[in-house]
Every structure is written in structure tokens, then in C-alpha cells.
């Protein structure tokens, strides 16, 4: 079993511990900053309305 | 802001702290995660946050399966022999091959009348999977040679003199002329 997942590992289909919490980092800090965008973009259209 | 250039800008400001090696294998598997990000959520434990999604996408398996989605995401032995694979059973074909419910059926509705693209064998339902699937695997780096200054043959093996990373993954285009396609 560990013989396998040091296979997978070293063929990139196992995420090492520190890859998977960079991985998980960027893909949260993605989501965040477009959901401020989003945000933004929605806020406009209705400040557009408004007027 | 598209994911590509925030890639590009989180990366700018960390040079030192990656190698290229490293980089290139987290690019890769960011990317494979937001193309399946679908499927991921119906398998995850909920709430469906990124780590739970991680969770499922390291279980030994299923990151094999996203790396050639059409041969096992519509193959019926990979169905029945794997655990995660089974769960899917129960799923609605654009959860399977990780679509917006809107998009597929709108592809669905117009391959309708393509007799050119769905097989005779399958429904309208299965040629539109299979699309999704095609569109939803791991785009290769092709590039073409400059003719004016070089040809294939001298870009490849100029490719495999100089990089590792590209040693014996470089192979000629079957179509364009000048084409080559890595593996990678």
C-alpha cells in the first residue's frame, strides 16, 4: 500500500500534504477576489438602475 | 478576474519560493480541479468548500479518472468496479461530466439533428456527453514551427536537447504541417 501511493505520489496523482493546502489556498483566495468582484459588478448595475 | 492571469500574478510575487517543476505540477492540478469543480461538489461531503473537494480528488482513483475521463467516465466495467465511480450512477448526466445544467442542454438540443457528430449507436444524451468529456480534458501545448527559420524536425530535437521537462513527450501533428504536440 505504501509502495503505491509513493508510485501515485511520484507520478503527480497524489498531492503532497503542502501542495494540497497551496492548492487549496489559491483556489479560496480565487473564489474570494471574484466574489468581491461580483459583488462590485453587481452593486454598479444597481447603482445604475437608480439613476 | 480569469483564473490564468491570477495564476500569473500569484506566481510573479513567490519566484523563489517554487521551482518551475513545481509550479507547473500545481497549475496542472488547479486547472484539472476548477474543469471538474462540478463533479467535485456532488461528491464532496457538504458544505462543498475547496478542502472537502480535495478531500475526494486525492482519494486514490479519482484524480486517474479525471486525467482520461472519456475512457473511464463512460466506460461501464471503470463504473462498476470503482466506489466513487458508482455513486455516480445515481447523478444527472451534466453533473457527470462537470457542466452547468443551462449549457448541456442547450449542447443537447443542438445535436439534435447532427447525424454527422452522434453516432447511430447512442441517444442524443450520450453524444453530448461525450462532447463535454472531450472539452473537458487536459488541453496540450502545440506549437508550430517558424519555417522561415527553422523546421519540426530541428524544433524538436531542440525541445529535447535543451529541456528536460519536454524529453520524449514531443511528437509531430498529424494534420497541420508544421505542427508539434507534447504530452504534456
Known amino acids: 500500500m505504501i509502495n503505491q501511493k509513493t ?31 461580483n459583488y462590485a459588478l453587481e452593486r454598479k448595475d444597481e447603482n445604475q438602475s437608480d439613476q | 478576474m480569469p483564473l490564468d492571469l491570477f495564476l500569473r500574478f500569484y506566481f510573479l510575487n513567490r519566484k523563489k519560493e517554487f ?19 462540478g463533479l467535485l461538489e456532488f461528491l464532496a461531503r457538504k458544505p462543498a468548500t475547496w478542502a472537502n473537494m480535495l478531500q475526494i480528488y486525492d482519494k486514490a482513483g479519482v484524480q486517474m ?12 466495467e471503470a463504473v462498476d468496479e470503482n466506489p466513487v465511480l458508482q455513486r455516480l450512477e445515481r447523478a444527472a448526466p451534466h453533473i457527470i461530466v462537470s457542466y452547468p445544467h443551462n449549457l448541456f442542454s442547450k449542447l443537447e ?7 454527422q457528430f452522434v453516432r447511430p449507436s447512442e441517444s442524443v444524451t450520450e453524444a453530448a456527453k461525450r462532447l463535454c468529456l472531450i472539452q473537458n480534458e487536459r488541453p496540450l ?16 530535437r531542440t525541445f529535447t536537447k535543451e529541456a528536460d521537462i519536454w524529453k520524449s513527450t514531443g511528437r509531430f501533428t498529424e494534420h497541420a504541417p508544421n505542427g508539434i504536440r507534447f504530452d504534456r
Open chain 2, 109 to 115: 438540443e443542438s445535436l439534435k439533428d447532427d447525424k
Open chain 2, 141 to 156: 501545448t502545440t506549437i508550430r514551427a517558424n519555417t522561415m527559420r527553422t523546421t519540426r524536425q530541428e524544433l524538436l
Open chain 2, 65 to 76: 479518472i479525471l486525467k482520461e475521463p472519456r475512457r473511464q467516465l463512460l466506460s461501464k
Open chain 1, 7 to 37: 508510485a501515485l505520489l511520484n507520478k503527480g496523482f497524489v498531492l503532497k500534504r503542502t501542495h494540497k493546502a497551496i492548492v487549496q489556498n489559491i483556489l479560496t483566495s480565487f473564489d474570494t477576489s471574484n466574489a468581491g468582484t
Open chain 2, 19 to 37: 521551482t518551475a517543476e513545481d509550479r507547473a505540477l500545481l497549475v496542472d492540478h488547479i486547472y484539472t480541479l476548477t474543469r471538474w469543480k
